[in-house]
């Protein structure tokens, strides 16, 4: 009974057993299986390493800004602009190169004139005179100016030609006519800057620079004199008037010359023979009529009247400013009026002639002025235009300019009961010999 009773306890332990162990694992063969990882839907996601940190490269430095610019303006004018980082200085040359014209016994001798710009290095002086340049390896200073530029390190930053002067006698010479003269200086271009700029004056003859002066004026025109070359037929001359002078010819038949590009105000009386007169708008001629008003025979005297690039007058009250008064009574004279390229302005003519008769008096004089406007205005500026500025030039909406006033003369006289003038004085060019490069813009005729 007690081993029975046992043998079933053990069953029913075994029973509980088998049973803990079904509860827990369905291996058939009875053995524990290990747990599986659970699976993600989403893939694993390793730690990548971390990149390196690779240095920075070292910032560049700014370029320094050095050297200068020159900048062209519109009008004609240029700028010039220093870097904000450079200590050099401005330094301009004006330079006359003497050359030689003609052959033989009638050779001459003639300037072209140039002015540059440069920029040189901080410290560096240009000489004020030729004897403070360096001797050179033969102990003299004979520099062209090449080496001027090596040897004070310069930077040619623009350059202009500033036209020639001279006079050729071969003609003359050879008895074929008189000499040659020749003045086309014109005037140095308008520098605009905030930096100083040293100025110098130099001489070359032949290749060498023969002098060196400090100038204070960019220019070779003088403001203060107008520069005339003549010629007498037995010496050629070049006399600098002061602005508001004459300038008084021989009795033999005179070559007189001007440069139109000269603004100053000068009378040129070339006295008697047939002379020869070129001038610009700014210069008077007198001649053909004394002191009293009555005509002289002065010869028959060939004038011509250069006309420059127009002009814009400063305000309506100075359209007149600068205008030159030709004297034009003598029938035996001629002239001759170069009109410049339109695109510098067209060129008008206005004719007045005056008509009054006041208690039997007559007086009749004729004048005429010739008139540029600016670029453009030909297609503007109408006969009646001209007219109502004639008569009124305070109203100047076109920009007109009186360049010159040619005076043909005047006639004073009595007018009898038949209709009949007896003549007073009577300087009157009626037939005036005058002739135009090129076509007017326009032109009227104004009865006074």
């Known amino acids: 009974m007690i081993l029975a009773a046992l043998i079933g306890l053990g069953l029913l332990s075994g029973a509980a057993v088998w049973s803990l162990v079904d509860d827990d694992d369905d291996s058939p063969d009875g053995r524990e299986e290990a747990d599986e990882p659970e699976v993600s839907d989403a893939p694993d996601i390793l730690d990548e390493p971390e990149e390196p940190e690779i240095p920075k490269e070292p910032e560049t430095p700014e370029e320094p800004d050095l050297g200068a610019s020159v900048i062209e303006n519109e009008d004609g004018s240029v700028t010039v602009e220093l870097g904000e980082d450079e200590t050099g200085s401005l330094v301009a040359l004006k330079l006359a190169s003497e050359y030689y014209v003609g052959s033989g016994s009638g050779h001459g001798t003639a300037n072209s004139f140039s002015l540059t710009l440069y920029l040189v290095p901080e410290g560096v002086e240009f000489p004020d005179s030729r004897d403070g340049l360096p001797e050179d390896g033969s102990g003299s200073r004979f520099y062209t100016i090449d080496d001027l530029e090596e040897i004070y390190d310069m930077q040619e930053l623009a350059s202009w030609d500033l036209g020639q ?115 610009g708008a700014a210069q008077n001629v007198s001649g053909g009529v004394d002191a009293l008003g009555a005509l002289q025979e002065d010869g028959a005297d060939v004038i011509q009247l250069n006309l420059t690039a127009y002009q814009a007058p400063e305000s309506p009250s100075e359209f007149q400013e600068n205008a030159g008064v030709i004297d034009f009574q003598d029938v035996d004279d001629s002239l001759t009026i170069v009109v410049p390229d339109r695109s510098d302005g067209p060129v008008f003519l206005i004719r007045v002639e005056e008509d009054q008769e006041d208690a039997g008096n007559v007086y009749r004089s004729t004048t005429y002025f010739v008139v540029q406007g600016p670029a453009g205005s030909e297609d503007d500026v109408s006969a009646d235009d001209l007219e109502d500025w004639y008569e009124n030039s305070a109203v100047n909406p076109h920009g007109l300019r009186v360049m010159s006033v040619l005076d043909l003369g005047e006639a004073t006289g009595i007018l009898d009961a038949g209709g009949s003038v007896t003549w007073a004085q009577n300087t009157l060019n009626d037939a005036p010999d005058i002739t135009f490069t090129a076509a007017l813009a326009g032109e009227v005729t104004i009865a006074a």
């Open 165 to 279: 002067e001279g006079h050729n006698p071969e003609p003359w010479a050879d008895g074929v006519g008189p000499v040659s003269m020749w003045d086309s200086r014109a005037e140095a271009v308008d520098i605009v800057t905030d930096a100083p700029i040293s100025i110098f004056e130099l001489e070359e003859e032949g290749d060498f620079i023969g002098a060196i002066a400090v100038s204070d004026d960019l220019d070779y025109l003088d403001d203060e004199t107008v520069r005339v070359h003549s010629f007498d037929w037995s010496s050629d001359n070049v006399t600098d008037v002061p602005v508001g002078g004459t300038f008084v010819g021989t009795a033999a038949d005179d070559v007189i010359l001007v440069n139109a590009a000269q603004v100053g105000e000068i009378t040129i009386d070339a006295g008697e023979g047939d002379d020869t007169i070129t001038v």
